[in-house]
């Protein structure tokens, strides 16, 4: 896992806010937000968060979309996943 990605899961939201904000304070020029499944609106709810509350400056660079296969119990899965840069 690279420095500037936060993979987003099942921890509130507040949590994976404050480590995007984290990363921009340390001097991080983007951040990648990443979620997969169900928690890909909480990783939206995260980046709308960090730009209107917390780091104004921030700007949504890009936005891809795609699926993942998973392995799972029953075999594999396909999964939808998102990633969200985030660039001062």
């Given at each position: 896992m690279a420095e500037n990605e936060i993979y987003v899961g099942k921890k509130p939201v507040m949590n994976y806010v404050l480590?995007?904000?984290?990363?921009f304070n340390q001097g991080a020029k983007?951040?990648?937000?990443?979620?997969?499944?169900?928690?890909i609106s909480k990783a939206v709810d995260v980046a709308e968060i960090v730009r209107n509350r917390f780091v104004s400056d921030a700007k949504v660079k890009e936005i891809t979309i795609g699926t993942e296969e998973v392995q799972g119990e029953n075999g594999t899965t396909k999964v939808s996943a998102i990633d969200i840069v985030l660039a001062k």
């Open positions: 480590a995007v904000v984290t990363q983007e951040v990648h937000i990443k979620a997969r499944g169900k928690a």
